[in-house]
């Protein structure tokens, strides 16, 4: 072989290494490219997974305070008229009374009001020691300031209206009894008298009342 053969040989045998060596450059380059590749995809899938968020709970509004609704007004009703109370109770009137006749109104401070109080005590109660110191309290104070007075008071006038009191009584629902006559008949001054109708008396027997201090007290009584 000439050496013009062993030149072209030689030159051959490079280029050839040099195309291998190319191939295997590009070959580990291709490698090297998908070794990063997969690299990268491991890693992003050994990521750990985000938490996940907790749910987002909608916080209710709250609620609107619910008006009281009122009580329905409830008309007030008109108290039950109980019993009447006796007449005796009632206002003194702005003038004495007058009325002839049967009479059932009996005004505090009139001497109608007196009477009825004094026919209450011998009527209403049962115990006679507290019946006659009920009677003996609406007298005038001569009639019961002294002892002998209290007895004279307790013996005739007391014994008498006591066992007498219930024939002058009319009607007991209401209470009402029969006036006959006044003196004066206007019923003002310092004494009145009052004659009342009795069941069991033939004529209309009275009772005297006098004023004091504002006060009817009873002066003499023939009931």
């Not at 007058?98 to 505090?108: D, H, M, N």
């Amino acid at each position: 072989m000439d050496c013009r053969q062993k030149n072209t040989m030689r030159s051959a045998c490079l280029v050839a290494s040099i195309v291998a060596v190319t191939a295997a450059a590009r070959a580990v380059a291709t490698l090297a490219v998908f070794t990063l590749s997969c690299s990268g995809a491991a890693t992003k899938d050994a990521s750990p997974v985000a938490a996940a968020e907790p749910p987002t709970v909608a916080t209710p509004a709250p609620a609107e305070p619910i008006a009281a609704t009122p009580a329905p007004s409830v008309a007030a009703e008109a108290p039950t008229p109980s019993r009447p109370l006796p007449a005796v109770d009632a206002p003194a009137p702005d003038r004495m009374p007058t009325k002839i006749g049967e009479v059932s109104e009996f005004a505090v401070g009139t001497p109608d009001g007196t009477l009825r109080q004094a026919l209450r005590c011998a009527l209403e109660i049962a115990n006679e020691s507290a019946a006659f110191d009920c009677y003996a309290a609406l007298n005038v104070s001569t009639n019961r300031d002294t002892d002998i007075a209290l007895a004279h008071l307790r013996n005739y006038q007391w014994k008498v209206f006591r066992q007498r009191a219930s024939n002058y009584v009319v009607n007991s629902q209401p209470f009402t009894i029969k006036v006959t006559r006044r003196d004066p008949e206007s019923g003002d001054g310092k004494h009145v008298k009052i004659f009342l109708w009795g069941k069991a008396r033939d004529f209309p027997a009275p009772i005297t009342l006098q004023k004091d201090g504002g006060r009817w007290w009873i002066y003499t009584n023939s009931l």
